[in-house]
Structures are given as C-alpha cells and as structure tokens.
C-alpha cells in the first residue's frame, strides 16, 4: 500500500525538461546536499560535477549563506515591492554595480534567469520609445541560444525543441545570427576557436534587409551554455559590439550562467572584455539557494526613462517577489562568500587543470568533440544511428547509479559545470568516472 502511495505521488510532480515515462521506470532522487556532495535517496555520496543546474558553484549549504537565510525569515519573511522595499535590496543593487563593469548603475529584480530575459527585452523596446525611436522593435538573438522559456525568451532563443510546440504564439520581428559552431573548422578546440569571427557580420545582414533603425535589441550568451557550450570566437563579441554600436542598437549579454565566477569573472563582459548595454543575471547571484534574477542597465538607460516619462511610474513591469528580503539576504551572502573566498580567482587557476581533464578523453572512439572555457565544458559523443541522445542519457544515468557522479546531458552532449572551488583530485576522478561510463555503454 505504501508503495502505492509512493507511486502515485511520484506521479503528480511534472517534471521540467525530464522524460517523465523514463524517470519514472527508475527516479533518481537526491534527499540531501553539502559540500561538493549529494545524498541519494538510497544513501550514497554522489559527487555533483555540475555545481546545481550552473548555480551552486560556492558549493551547497555554504554556512554563512544558510545562517543569512535562516535569519532573515526569522526576522522577515516577505515585503511588499510595489511602492516600498525592505532596505538590504538596495544594498544589494549597489553591489552588484559595483561589481559590473563601468556604466552600470540600475539593477531591476527578477526571479529567474527566463524572467530575466524577458524583463531585459521590455526595457529595450521601452527605451527605444522613451527616446523618440519607437519604430525600433525588432529584436535578434540567435541560433542554438538559450533566453530561458517565457515567450520573449523563447521566441530570440535558437532551441529548435524548446520553440516547436509553440511557435504559433512566438512573438514576432524577432531574426537570428548564425551559431558559430562548426565541427569541421573548431573540433576539440580549447577555449576561444579561431574560427568564426565573421559570424558576427551577419548583423550587418539583417540591418541591410529591416533597416538598422528597426532593430531595437541583439541578446546573446558570451559563451553558449544550455545548447552544449560554445565558447565565441576569438573577437565575435567584439564585433558584435562594435556593429551595435554603429547601428545604435542595444546589446544584451544573457549572463545567467557566465556571471559570478562561472568563466573567472564577476562577469563575462569583464572576462571577454566587452561591455554590453544590459546585462541578465540569475543562477550564481544567490548560489541557487533561492530563485532570483537581477537586470542591470547602464545609466543612461534608466536615465531616459527618469527623462522622458509621461507617466508616474516610468516602467510597468515587475514581480510579486522582485527583491525578495530573504532571496536578497542569500544573494548578499552569496557575493561576501565569493569575495571573502576568493572564488572568483580558484576559478581561474583550476581552468587549465579541467581543461586538460575534459581533453584526456578527446581519442575516445566515442567521442565526437571537447569544447570548454572557464569552468564550462562539454564532451559531445558520437549519436547512436537512429536514436541520437541515447547515448548521452545512457551515460547520465550510468554515471549517477554505477559512478556516484552528477552530470548534464544535453542530447548526446555531457555537460560539465564544476564547482569554483572544486577540488582539483576530486574533479579527475569524476571525468575518469565520466570516461568509465562512455567506455561501458554501447
């Protein structure tokens, strides 16, 4: 009876992005984290080789974070946004100025990496008509990109299967840049491929054909992440820059997953240096311990809307939970530990050591390419004829029942997102594992 019961509760939960009939022939569940470790459901330690979903990478249930946590809802649980704010949120704002690269000077809070996004396209199609340009309404992102899954951002992502099932509803005068992913040219190429620079004049394509004056936004990842990582090109984004610039076009970097020490940096714009105009966050901004996102505009942004505004309130938009006091409380935590640790720095210093471990596996028969940077990587095996992502979820699962390890796969793509701290011996043997788990399926 009880397994019964068991059953029918599994069956009530309606997983994101899972398989449902196959998870639940065998559920992996995890009942407890610390550390660089989760503990299964059957008890074992299970070495998580991709730091949460890119969120975690200070490593779960950091002390100092869960003690700010337990003491903000203790103190206050929840304050109202809409006209008044609790006062840590402003702190927080100034922080993460102070963190960003110059010109940036505005945070608006969200809660998520996908409200993010989307937050980040209205306030440039906003800005635009604040400023007298409001025939600009296109909006580009491109091929293989990932925006989160709100309509804004599903509509500039570049995910075939994420679009499919809705692309009736996508929002339209959205186009896409190329990928800048080809085998041939960049195949296991460590960090930045040489190839592929050129990509970024499509831009100039696309302003040819709409007219450069309609084109209100370009979003981009700095280095692709949910698709399968796809570091850019060496001086892709520079260009992109300069493009946006000439055409007095917006640009967007989507940071969910590079900010905070994922590629070395507070952000990717510092690493790749290059300054966008806006800039989305989410993931490592409260080391996933609550959900929040964050938007950061340059000052001249928010400025124009201070200026031209016809309305009392400048900008109708926002979340019950925007500045959430006990989702501040752990971003603020989150950035002193970050900080007090060093973090950003470990990250550094373990990037040639992880790339030489995800490299060690380029002659696997198996294996059709190794892409990484910064603590980012992605072995991409070879698809099963006629069942592609097979092999890919194969070893996911081998690796978490046989190895004690946690990782992506992202169709045939493994998909690494260690922890910034991680511990260099303990990091080898997991892609040992990984390569344990290729060599034994089929």
């Known amino acids: 009876m009880a ?14 992005f899972t398989g449902m009939r196959d998870f639940l022939d065998r559920p992996r569940l995890i009942t407890a984290a610390n550390g660089h470790y ?25 002390p100092k974070i869960v003690e700010r946590v337990q003491k903000q809802v203790a103190e206050m649980d929840y304050a109202i946004g809409f006209q008044m704010s609790s006062p840590d949120v402003f702190k927080l704002a100034r922080k993460l100025c102070d963190m960003a690269p110059d010109g940036f ?21 906003a800005y635009h008509r604040m400023t007298g340009q409001a025939s600009r309404t296109r909006l580009i992102g491109r091929e293989r ?12 992502g570049g995910m075939g299967h994420n679009r499919n099932m809705f692309s009736a509803c996508l929002i339209p005068g959205v186009d896409h840049l190329p990928h800048t992913f080809n085998l041939s040219e960049n195949a296991f190429t460590r960090g930045q491929p040489k190839w592929g620079t050129h990509l970024a004049d499509e831009l100039e394509k696309l302003c040819a054909l709409h007219g450069a004056d309609n084109i209100a936004a370009v979003i981009v990842e700095p280095v692709g992440g949910s698709t399968g ?41 510092e690493r790749f240096g290059v300054t966008p105009d806006i800039i989305t966050t989410a993931k490592g901004l409260t080391n996933g311990v609550i ?97 592609p992502g097979a092999r890919g979820m194969e070893v996911h699962k081998k690796c978490f029942w046989d190895e004690n390890i946690v990782i992506r796969a992202g169709g045939d ?13 303990e990091l080898a043997k997991a892609i040992e594992a990984v390569e344990r788990a290729i060599n034994a399926i089929e």
């Open 3 to 16: 397994n019964e019961a068991t059953n029918e509760a599994m069956g009530s939960y309606w997983m994101p």
């Open 229 to 269: 990582i796809l570091p850019p090109p060496v001086g892709y984004l520079k260009r992109l820059r300069e493009l946006c610039t000439k055409h007095g076009i917006l640009l967007i970097f989507d940071e969910v997953i590079t900010a905070f020490g994922r590629i070395g940096s507070a952000f990717g714009a």
């Open 105 to 125: 000077e505005h945070v608006f809070f969200t809660n998520s990496g996908s409200e993010s996004a989307d937050t980040a396209l209205k306030i440039a199609l």
């Open 291 to 387: 959900p929040m996102g964050a938007v950061l505009v340059q000052d001249y942004i928010y400025k124009a809307f201070m200026d031209h505004s016809k309305t009392a309130i400048e900008f109708f938009h926002g979340y019950t939970y925007s500045g959430h006091p006990v989702a501040t409380a752990a971003a603020l935590a989150s950035i002193e530990v970050y900080e007090e640790e060093g973090m950003f720095e470990q990250a550094r210093a373990l990037e040639k050591p992880f790339e030489d471990m995800l490299h060690s596996v380029a002659d696997n028969s198996k294996v059709m390419d190794v892409r990484n940077f910064g603590m980012m990587g992605a072995i991409e095996l070879h698809p099963r004829d006629g069942a």
């Open 145 to 156: 990109g990932y925006h989160g899954v709100n309509f804004g951002g599903l509509s500039v």
């Open 413 to 425: 793509t493994l998909q690494f997102s260690p922890f910034l701290n991680s511990n260099p011996d």
């Open 38 to 62: 989760y503990t299964s459901e059957d008890g074992r330690q299970i070495y998580d080789c991709f730091s949460g979903l890119w969120t975690t990478g200070i490593g779960h249930c950091h």
